[in-house]
Nanobody
């Protein structure tokens, strides 16, 4: 199992931006596809975005398409989620997770993702 650490959450006003980071502790992300998920209070966990192990394939939920961008750094050891034009409905705890494959078919199914981080809280005020 890979230990994942998320960071970058915080409190931001509506329309603002945040960049979340996902890194591995004591291991490597290099050969894993990575997904970002979120869970708001009282709601089911939602797949937000994912990126292939090569970094060339990306997938976004319709709710964030055009506002969020996922990317891997050049070493492929950190995965970022750039979140722009944030809305109050984006408020949630955000998690990253590993998978063998990530695309529009797998992103909605969190059971296909193995290792999970502890999450980072994103709060968007109106």
């Amino acid at each position: 199992q890979v230990q994942l650490v998320e960071s970058g959450g915080g409190l931001v006003e509506s329309g603002g931006s945040l960049r979340l980071s996902c890194a591995a502790s004591g291991s490597t992300l290099e050969n894993w596809a990575i997904g970002w998920f979120r869970r708001a209070p009282g709601k089911e966990r939602e797949g937000v975005s994912c990126i292939s192990d090569s970094g060339t394939g990306t997938t976004y939920a319709q709710t964030v398409k055009g506002r969020f961008t996922i990317a891997r750094d050049s070493t492929k050891e950190t995965v970022y989620l750039q979140m722009n034009d944030l809305k109050p409905e984006d408020t949630a705890t955000y998690y990253c997770a590993t998978s063998y494959k990530c695309n529009a078919v797998t992103l909605p199914h969190s059971a296909l993702f193995g290792s999970w981080g502890q999450g980072t809280q994103v709060t968007v005020s109106s």
